[in-house]
């Protein structure tokens, strides 16, 4: 396995087009080194999801550069790139099928024990096997009906099943409680420590153990650090874990 991606913003600027008015993300600078977790953090509409949603080239930057491993990501083969990189979106989207096939789209190659321990490190063997059907068992209409937190893990697997080298959670563990979020986050350390992970959260306790942690307010990054630094210098971190 490759160790993960170093992912360098520079000087990033970033704007819908068609919608007037100020860039969404201004003057991003940002080095993500192989293997490290990043938290992100910042009130709704502070362009979380945009800045991440730039890396696999859902969008471009309007100005400025982001490079993956040193090479700028838009002389890199899109397919490619995308290869590198699971996006565990904020909305869970499962299809009607088996567990099994759900886990495995888009990586129709993986083998059963992949498939198991990418479960096992979203804590979601164990829901799984306590399935009529287990890994076999139907989603959605006439399947099984799985809670919120169950579906959040599911497309955390379904992430892992890929073997990124960059791992992105967009806010994806809002349903799961602090113990199963922080179980997950420590398979994933121990399994995939070479992989680096953007973690976007809305709760401080999400991000506080991260490498770093990136506080963005209305499209700007006012703050990176760790959870001790950014307590000492950053007012909007400290009133994030105020609130
Ligand atoms: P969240 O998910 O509510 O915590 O918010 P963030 O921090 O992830 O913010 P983000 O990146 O979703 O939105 C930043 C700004 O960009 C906000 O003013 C809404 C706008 N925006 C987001 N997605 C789109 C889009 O697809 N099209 C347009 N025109 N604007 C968008």
Redesign the pocket.
Known sequence: HRPGGRIDFENVSFG????AGEP??KNINMTCLPGETIGII??????????V?LVPRFYDTSSGSICVDGVDIRQLDPAKLRDRIAIVP?KTILFSGTIEENLRWGHEQATNDEIVHAANMAEAHSFIAACPEGYETRLGQRGVNLSGGQKQRLSIARALVRKPDILIL??CTSALDTATETKIKQSLKAFAADVTCLI?A?RITSVMDADKVVV?DD?EIVGIGTHETLMKSCRVYVEICQS
Not at 16 to 19: A, P
Not at 42 to 51: C, D, E, V
């Open positions: 819908y087009e068609g919608s969404v993300l910042g009130s709704t509409g502070s362009g979380k999801s945009s800045l949603s904020q967009d806010d976007i809305q963005m499209g």
